[in-house]
C-alpha cells in the first residue's frame, strides 16, 4: 500500500504545525493537549482500538514467538518454537504449496484481470452490464462460492459441471480436488473466478486515466494494437501493475479458506496444505499458540523480503 | 463513474465505426457479452437450481440444466435445519454494530488527524497506516489470545459482539480514505464556521458531514460486506452455535448435511450481499477505484 500512503502521509506532513521551544516540551505537551481536548477526544476511540487489536498484537507476536505458554505458566524458551515448527513434516510442503499457488495465481489472476479490463474499456456498449457481472463473484461470501465449487463444478463424477462440460467437448475428464496435481490448478481457479472482480475495476480506471493522444500519436507512428499495449498502455499503468501485483502476491500468501473448505484443509497427499493453514492447525487444534505465532513471524519476514524486493524494483524504476 | 465513451482509448472511434473494424467489434462483443455472462452468471445459476435438484438428480449423468422435479423443501430444510434466521440475524447485527463503530470512531480519528490538528498527529496516522502492510494471517494468532484476555481489563471477550466490532475499528485504510477527503474540504470553510462561533463538534456534525455523505457511504458498504465475507475471524471468535456467522454456521453444518441443503443455504447467505451490491453497485465501484488508487 505505500503508493496509496503517500499523498496523505505527505501532505500531513507539509502541514506547518508550531512546534514548541526544545526545553519546553514536556509543559508544553500536557498543555496542547488540554487546548486541543476535542481534537485529542475524537482520535482517543480509533487510537485504543489500533492499539489494543493492532500495535499491542504485533509485538505480541513477536514475544510469544520466544515463550510457551504450558498450564497458564509461561516461559521464556529462546528458538524453540522455531525449531519445532521447522520440525513439522508439514512446514516446507505448506511453503511450497503456497509459493505454487502464488506463482500459479499470478500467472492466471494478474495478467487475466488486465486484459479483460483492455478488452471491456474498448467497448461502447454493454459496459455497465459487463462490470457487474465481472464484480458479481466478489460480492457472495467465500464460503458460499466455494462450496459451490467444491459440491457441483469439482465434483470427480461425469456429473459435476466441469466434467460434464468437458465430456461434452470430447476432453478427458478430471478428479480435481482427489488428484493431487489438480488440487492446486482447481484453488487458483476458484479463487480467480471470486476475486478478480476488483483487479479489474482498478485497472479499468488506470486505464480511463490515459490521455487519448498518446495513442493517437502511436497510431500516426504505424503502431499496431500489440504495439500500443506494449508502449502506451503498459508504461502508463505500470505503477498500478506492480502495486496490485504486490497487493496479489500478499494477499495469495495467505491462502487459507480455499484449502480449508475445498479440500478439507490438507487435501490429497498433503497437496493443499498452505502456511496460513499450517498456523491454523498449530494454534487452534494441536494447542500450540506460540509454535503458530512463530510460524506467523516467520511469514512476516518471508513477505517483508518480497515487499523490499518491490520497493527496489519500483525504486530503481523511477 | 462516468462513461467516457468519447474518449480516444487504444483502438478509434473511426476504426470501430469502418466496415471491417465495426463486424470485429460487434462480434467481439456479442462473444464477451455471452462468454461473460456464461462465465460469472451461470455458476450462480447451476446454485440456485442445483440447490431445487433432489438427490439423486444431481448425481444423474449429464447433469440436467433445469430441474425436472423443483424441490422446494432444500431450501425449507436449509431455513430449518441450520437456523438460518438466528444466523443471518447475527450476521446482520454484527454488520450493523460494524458499521455504527466505524463511522463514529474512524469518522472522529479521521476528522481530527485532517482538521484538528493534535499532538503527535503524523505519528500517529503512519502507525496506522503501517498497519496495511501486516497480513491479516500474520496477527490472527497474538489478536485471539488479545480478545480473549484483553490487557489490564482481563476481560474475555469471545462470543461477544465487540470482538468483532473493535478490531474492525483499527482500519486503516477508512481513516486514510476518510482523512483524504476531510483534506480536500476548504480551511476556508472550517475557518467560517470557527468564526460563528461553533465548537469541532459543531462544524464537523453541520459543515464536514452533510458534505461527506458519499464517503460515508462507500465506508458504511465496505464494512457490511467486510463483515458478511469474513470466515476465519468470527469463526475463531464466535465458537457458539448461538453467535455464530451465517457463513460459519453453514461450515459447521457442512458435514453432516446434505450437500443441497447446504448449497440451497449458502444460497440463501449470499442474498444480502449480492442485493447490496445491485442496489449500490455505483457507490461500490466508484468507492474502490477513486477511493483507493488513483492516489
Redesign the interface.
Known sequence: MTITTAPGAVRAADRPTPSPPAGARRTSLGRKVRDNLTGHTFLIGAVLCFAVFSWYPMVRGVVMSFQRTRRGETTWVGWDNYLRILDDPSFWTAWQNTFYFTGLALVLGYAVPFFVAILLNEFRHARGYLRILVYLPVMLPPASALFLFKFYAYDPSDAGLFNAILKALGLPTAQWMQSPEMTMPAMVLASTWMNMGSAVLIYLAALQNIPGELYEAAELDGAGIWRRIRHVTIPQTRLILALLAMLQIVATMQLFIEPLILANGAGAEDSATSVAYLIYQHGFFQNDLNGAAALGVIMLVVLAGFSAAYLRLTAKQD | ?????G??????QAQ?RRGRGRAVYWT??AV??IG??L???G??Y??VT?ALKSGQE??????SLIPQDPQWQNYADAWHNLDLAKLLFNTFYYATGAVLFQL???T??A???SK????L??V??????A?????????????????ID??ILHINLLDSPFAIW??L??N?FN??LL??FF?SIPEDLMAAALMDGA???RTLWSVVLPMSRPILGVVSIFAV?AV??D??WPK?VMPSPETRT???G??AF?GGTP?NV??AA??I??IP??V???VF?RN??SG???G????
Open positions: 463513474m462516468a462513461q467516457d465513451t474518449t480516444r482509448t487504444l483502438i478509434s470501430l467481439l462483443l464477451v457479452i461473460f455472462t462465465v460469472f452468471l455458476p450462480l447451476w446454485m442445483g444431481i448425481a444423474q449423468t449429464p447433469p463514529v470512531f474512524d472522529a480519528a476528522y481530527s488527524l484538528l490538528r493534535p499532538v498527529g503524523n500517529i496516522l503512519g502507525m496506522m497506516l498497519t496495511l502492510m501486516i497480513p491479516a494471517m500474520v496477527l490472527i494468532v497474538p489478536q485471539y489470545v488479545t480478545v484483553l490487557p473493535l478490531p475499528v483499527a486503516a481513516i486514510f482523512k483524504r483534506d465548537t469541532p463538534l460486506t458478511w465475507k470466515f476465519l475463531l451465517v457463513s460459519v453453514i461450515y457442512a450437500m447446504v448449497i449458502s444460497v447467505a449470499a450481499t449480492v447490496i451490491f445491485l453497485q461500490i465501484m474502490l477505484t477513486t483507493g488508487l488513483k492516489g
